[in-house]
Each structure stands twice: as structure tokens, then as C-alpha cells.
């Protein structure tokens, strides 16, 4: 049994976009389509499984007096019926015909344990199960569909139906965070937005009455070519004076600015009034939309506010002041008699702590171990300095914005080689014979000292166990993990750590940095599989983990195609964005260990990663970057012969 959560979307800005954008196919003048989209808090929880039939089953009160359970056989011809019939299920036999016509999958089981998402309220409730649907079948099958892959299929499932869907509706596929979907002809491209502030938005089912149907067939009638005043205006609304506001969100989103993107929503209203009302100007009338964006009562709680989806009188949105002004405006239009809901956008937790365990003992490298730790092996550097190995790794952690560092050491005795080298100021015979550049460095060094924290490894119980003594450090945050026997150099102007952290604002969940290796080579690391998000080939939406494989286990299980049809094998990168997951993973693997009185199987991060991973996801992403290992000897001739160039 598999759980799953597919949230509502609310189109942010953008609207109508998604197939304006598609008509770049037939008239190349046409702008590329461009909408800000997000997941709601409000959506579909439900538990999923395989079986002979298709089966859609429901124990959720939100939904009771409008549900009956459904079940059919997995039969091509009787889903593609049901889809067409306009039955409470036809979505999800649109789906499921789909899955069985392409995948040639068996039959799944969908029970809906909670509906906490409004239907007919322009927040897509039907794009919500379709995906639902789909990412069911994926999981369930291995069918290795990327994110897109399972939008695009409960897209095309809902078009056969009697519906007809906006491309943009199915982003509630890509979670409960706000992204950047642009439409190019048959292109869509998806890219996740950072958030600086919290944002706290009010949505609002007006009760009103409006014609979606209509609406669109007055606006397409101006594509793919305009032939009036009236249709150019259109166009241009919905193309580059939109995408003009779209980016001006984007950067407000990222800014803080929050009562500048209030006032673009109303300036968004207004472009919407002015320049696509005359298409349709007796369904978008809509005089309760009107009426409540001009409301007193309305204006003195928000920064601004607009229509939803196709607009008319369907659904409202405004941006509140602050979190009380948010419950307020919620209670008034409750009041008004509509039916209006929260939704809090909150800025990702900017990583600020990082870990660098470094308790072991360094038996490849020995007996060069017993006198000097192999994080203090000297490492030649492009500016002709010479440094301990960890100096570099915590430059690359304070160029990257990290606050505090934990050390995790074998013991106590260990302690002292750090204090020597970042607490103890040189002697003043050694001090006075540097050159003053080097003065002033020694001073950089002890500022080093000061972010240092360290716990201990007083069990040698595998690299998890290590790892998992930074569990109080962490503060139930989010953190940096770096390997202490690996050197990372950036191919751009950002340090590989940072690179790491700003994918983790966008996407909010485990973060594994990759690397490519060779086959032959996979037995040495962590090797990871899943398909690519994005079409550089550097998201990788991770459906499997695996410690250190063989080369043929790796060659049938765990090649990741990239775009020409080659295999792929994507190693861990020696970098992670580690979650409140992991550690708890941790402490339970170390527990269940405990218990069982098992003292002597090490605790492996990689077995947590996984379970985190099958639960709520992991992504993982190709740095521009260069790896230098130096855990064994020729991996360490090679590091000091090669790190030294630029």
C-alpha cells in the first residue's frame, strides 16, 4: 500500500495562457504563453495499490452523499466509454484507458482517505485526481515517468473526456509550491520559483454563476491570427504584456516584495478588463468579481486581488496584509457567502548549518594516518597557497553562506588538532616572517575557528551513525552535508555548496548532489536512478538509491537515459541537502539496531536516504562542478597532481 497526496493548483498569474501559447504552432508571431502557478494546501489524500481491476474507492467524510465507489475491468474499450460518459469517474477512466493503451499496465486500487479540495471552484479538482491517477500507475508499474511525464498524461487523459482542460491546470503535479510554467507551441518547460517572504493568499469560490465553455470560445476566436483592434489587443495581452508581469512577480517573489505583487494582481485585473473583456464582454462581466475587488471592507485587508482561472464570476484571489488580516478577509467573504480558503506561500529555510563528519580513521592511507589526520593531507591550490584539505572544504561553506559547522570526530583527542590549528594564534617568530598577505590570512583562519562546532563518534557504527551525532546541531532544520575526504571545485562563479543550496529553495526536500562515472567505476559509490525533470539534463527526479552496486547490477537496474538513448550512471556527488527526515530515519534505524542488539551492521545513510526518498521524494542534481576524491592512494596522487590548475 502506497500513500499519495496530489494538491489543488491556483493560477497565480498567467491565465489563459497555456493554449494561447499553443497556437505558436500555426502563427510564430504569437508570444510563448507564460503562467505562475502554484499548488494549494488543499487536495486529494489517498492510498493506492495494484489489482486486477480499476477500482476508485472512497472513506473520505468531506466527500460523503457525492461519492459511490467505482470498479471496472481494465478493458480499453469500456474506460475510453466511461471517460466519455460524464460520470462522476469518467477523469480517471480517461487516465486509466491512457496507461492501458500506451503501458500496457495492470489494474491499480485508489482509496481516497480524505478530500480536502473544494470541487467546481476553478482549483481543479478534476486536473487533481486525473494526476493522481497517473502518478498511481506510475509508482505502482516503475514506470519511470519524470514529473511532466505524469502531468502530460493525466492532460491528455482528461482531453478524452467531455472536459477541455488548459494545459496549465495539471501543475498541481508538481506540489505545493509555486513554479513558472511556459508554453511554447507543443513545448512546456517548468521551472520552480524561490519565495523570500511568506506570502499569505485568500482564495474565494464566489458562488457566482459563470460559462467556462463560452468564454473560451469567444477568446480562441482571436488565434491563431488577429483580425481586428479588438483581437490584437488580445494577443498582446496574453503575450508580451503578460510575460512583462510574470517576470515582475518572479522577481518580486524572490525580492520580498510583497506589496508590489499585491499591486500587480490588481494591475493584472485591469490588463485582463481592458485588453480580453471585450472578446467576451457578457461573460466577463462578472459583476460579483467586480464587487468584491472593490469592496471597503476587502481593500483595508489585502495588497491587492484578481480573478481565477477563466475569470467571470467563478473564483477570486487577493493577497493579504499580514496573517491576521488573512483570517479576517476569510471570515468576511464566509460571510458574503462564499466559500473562501487560506494559502500560506513560505519561503524555504535558507540553509545556514553544515556537517562535516571526518571520524574515521583513514585505513587506505595509513600509515601516513597515524601521524597527521587525512583532512590535514597539505593540498597545493590554483593561488599557490597551500592548504589542510579541510581549510578548503570550509572556505567553499563560508563563500556559500553557511553560518555554523559541525565536525564529527572520532573522540575527544581529536579536538585538540583543531583547536591547534584554528583557535591558537602562530606564534609571533612564525607571524612576523610572513608576508603580510599571509598576516591577514592567519586572521581568516581564526574567524574559521569561531563558526566550529564539534560532537563525537565514540562507536564506529557506519557513516549514518556519524552523521546522526549532528542531530541536535541541526536544530530540525534543514543542512549541508559534505564528505571530509572529497575536494569539489565549481566550473561557474558560484561555489558547488551554493549551487547546492539554491536547488534546495527551489524544490524544498532532499537535495543529493550527482556526478557521472563510469560503469566500471559505480562499485565505489553511491549510485542513484530516476528520470530527468528538466531538459539540460541536470534534475534528476531520483526513484532509487544504492550503496555502492556492482557493475552489473548497475548496467541492468540503474542507468538513467539522457536525451541521445545512452545510459547514464550517476554517482553521489559527496554533497547533500539533508532534511528533518533523515534524522529521523536515523534514530530509528539506530533504535530498531539497539534493540535487536546489533552493535556490529553499520548504519548507513544511503538505507535512510531511501526510505526518506520513498516517501516524500528526493531530487537530485548534476553541479557544474569537478570532483577530487583522496579517500585511497591513487585517488589522492591524482587529486594533488590535478586540483592545483585552474
Known amino acids: 500500500m502506497m500513500k499519495l497526496f496530489v494538491p489543488g493548483r491556483l493560477c497565480l498569474f498567467g491565465e489563459h495562457t497555456d493554449w494561447a501559447g499553443h497556437y505558436r504552432t500555426m502563427n510564430a508571431d504569437i508570444a510563448p504563453g507564460a503562467a505562475i502557478v502554484t499548488g494549494i494546501e488543499q487536495g486529494i489524500y489517498a492510498e493506492v495499490e495494484k489489482s486486477s481491476l480499476f477500482e476508485v474507492q472512497s472513506v473520505a467524510s468531506e466527500i460523503e452523499g457525492q461519492w459511490q465507489d467505482f470498479a471496472c475491468r481494465m478493458d480499453e474499450q469500456e474506460l475510453k466509454r466511461i471517460a466519455k460518459s460524464g460520470s462522476f469517474f469518467c477523469y480517471c477512466a480517461g487516465v486509466a484507458s491512457y496507461m492501458l493503451e500506451w503501458y500496457k499496465v495492470g489494474g491499480v486500487r485508489i482509496k481516497i482517505t ?62 505545493v509550491k509555486p513554479n513558472l510554467m511556459t508554453f511554447d507551441g507543443d513545448e512546456i518547460e517548468v521551472r520552480s520559483l524561490n ?150 506561500i513560505k519561503p524555504v529555510h535558507t540553509v545556514r548549518r553544515a556537517i562535516i563528519p571526518v571520524a574515521g580513521f583513514g585505513t587506505r592511507l595509513y600509515p601516513a594516518t597515524r601521524a597527521l589526520k587525512k583532512e590535514f593531507f597539505p593540498i597545493a591550490c590554483p593561488d599557490g597557497m597551500v592548504r589542510p584539505v579541510i ?85 530540525n532544520e534543514p543542512v549541508l552535508l559534505m564528505l571530509g575526504d572529497t575536494l569539489y571545485r565549481s566550473l561557474t562563479n558560484k561555489p558547488c555548496a551554493l549551487q547546492l543550496i539554491e536547488e534546495y529553495e527551489r524544490y524544498n526536500r532532499l537535495i543529493v548532489g550527482l556526478y557521472p562515472v563510469a560503469l566500471g567505476d559505480v562499485s565505489h559509490f553511491g ?51 539533508l532534511t528533518p527526515e533523515v534524522f529521523q530515519q536515523l534514530a530509528a534505524d539506530i533504535k530498531a539496531a539497539d534493540e535487536a542488539g546489533d552493535h556490529k551492521t553499520e548504519i548507513e545513510l544511503t538505507s535512510a536516504l531511501e526510505a526518506v526518498r520513498s516517501r516524500v521524494g528526493m531530487t537530485g542534481v548534476r553541479l557544474y562542478s569537478q570532483r577530487f576524491d583522496m579517500g585511497n592512494p591513487n585517488a589522492l596522487i591524482d587529486t594533488i597532481a590535478k586540483f592545483s590548475n585552474i
Request: aromatic content about 8%.
Open 195 to 344: 519565495v523570500k517572504k511568506p506570502l499569505y493568499w485568500v482564495f474565494a469560490d464566489l458562488c457566482g454563476e459563470k460559462n467556462t465553455v463560452r468564454i473560451l470560445r469567444d477568446l480562441n476566436k482571436a488565434y491563431p491570427f488577429a483580425s481586428n483592434e479588438k483581437e490584437e489587443l488580445e494577443h498582446q495581452a496574453l503575450g508580451e504584456l503578460n510575460r512583462d508581469i510574470v517576470d515582475r512577480a518572479i522577481r518580486y517573489m524572490a525580492e520580498g516584495e510583497v506589496e508590489k505583487l499585491g499591486h500587480l494582481m490588481t494591475e493584472a485585473e485591469e490588463l485582463f478588463n481592458s485588453h480580453v473583456k471585450p472578446m467576451s464582454p457578457e461573460e466577463l462581466e462578472a459583476p460579483k468579481l467586480r464587487a468584491i475587488l472593490a469592496d471597503q471592507n476587502v481593500q483595508s485587508l489585502v495588497y491587492g486581488g484578481k480573478g481565477v482561472g477563466s475569470h467571470g464570476d467563478g473564483s477570486v484571489q487577493f493577497l493579504a496584509r499580514n496573517p491576521d488580516c488573512q483570517e479576517k478577509l476569510v471570515t468576511y467573504l464566509n460571510e458574503q457567502g462564499m466559500k473562501a480558503y487560506q494559502l500560506n
Open 391 to 475: 581549510l578548503i572544504l570550509l572556505e567553499e561553506l563560508i563563500q556559500s553562506g553557511i553560518e555554523e559547522i559541525c565536525i564529527v570526530l572520532g573522540g575527544e583527542e581529536e579536538r585538540q588538532l583543531y583547536a591547534d590549528f584554528f583557535e591558537r594564534p602562530l606564534r609571533e617568530e612564525h607571524l612576523c616572517k610572513l608576508p603580510k598577505e599571509s598576516q591577514e590570512y592567519e586572521n581568516h583562519i581564526l574567524d574559521i575557528g569561531k563558526r566550529l562546532r564539534y560532537v563525537y563518534q565514540r562507536e564506529r557504527r557506519g557513516f549514518g551513525h556519524a552523521v546522526y551525532q549532528a542531530a541536535d546541531f541541526t536544530r
Open 114 to 175: 480524505s478530500m480536502t479540495l473544494p470541487m467546481k471552484s476553478g482549483l481543479s479538482s478534476s486536473a487533481a485526481i486525473c494526476v493522481l491517477v497517473a502518478r498511481a500507475f506510475n509508482l505502482l508499474y516503475n514506470l519511470n515517468l519524470n514529473t511532466l511525464g505524469e502531468m502530460n498524461i493525466a492532460y491528455v487523459g482528461e482531453l478524452r473526456t467531455s472536459s477541455r482542460c488548459g494545459r496549465l491546470d495539471q501543475a498541481c503535479a508538481f506540489g
Open 527 to 577: 549510485i542513484m536512478t530516476g528520470v530527468w525533470e528538466d531538459k539540460d539534463e541536470r534534475i534528476l527526479n531520483v526513484s532509487t538509491v544504492k550503496e555502492k552496486p556492482t557493475s552489473s547490477y548497475a548496467e541492468e537496474f540503474l542507468g538513467v537515459r539522457n536525451s541521445m538513448g545512452f545510459r547514464e550512471y550517476c554517482s553521489v556527488f559527496g554533497q547533500y541537502i
